[in-house]
Nanobody, 132 residues
Framework: VQLVESGGDSVQTGGSLRLSCVAS????????IAWFRQAPGQAREGVAL??????????SDSVKGRFTISQEKDKNKNTVSLQMSSLHPNDTGLYYC?????????????????????????WGQGTQVTVS
């Protein structure tokens, strides 16, 4: 699985951005694609996750109601977008796309609604979002 993110930018407080992640070599057997973010000096945190087989979505409390994760599939790839609105300086960070949740992890995520960096196998290079 190869992941390429795009869409990061600098925006003002209250603005919107749409991030995209193109996942090549991805199939629904990989189960999930997620967005994480990391601010300087802070741990990487999960922002949103989609169960690509069934479409279930999960969000961190800090972005619920403001961010929306969605997917578009074609034969050879899956494109996952993160629509972000009402952006705040606390949303600043390097945003990573990550993919493939082992089945045991995915079952737990579906039951608990929680996930973390250890749940996913493949990572993109990240795209910077700055809110000022």
């Amino acid at each position: 699985v190869q992941l390429v993110e795009s869409g990061g930018d600098s925006v003002q407080t209250g603005g919107s951005l749409r991030l995209s992640c193109v996942a090549s070599g991805y199939t629904d057997a990989s189960n999930c694609i997620a967005w994480f973010r990391q601010a300087p000096g802070q741990a990487r945190e999960g922002v949103a996750l989609i169960y690509t087989g069934g479409g279930s979505t999960f969000y961190s409390d800090s972005v619920k109601g403001r961010f929306t994760i969605s997917q578009e599939k074609d034969k050879n790839k899956n494109t996952v977008s993160l629509q972000m609105s009402s952006l705040h300086p606390n949303d600043t960070g390097l945003y990573y796309c990550a993919a493939e949740c082992p089945i045991g992890n995915m079952v737990r995520i579906l039951g608990s609604g929680t996930w973390g960096p250890a749940d996913v196998r493949y990572w993109g290079q990240g795209t910077q979002v700055t809110v000022s």
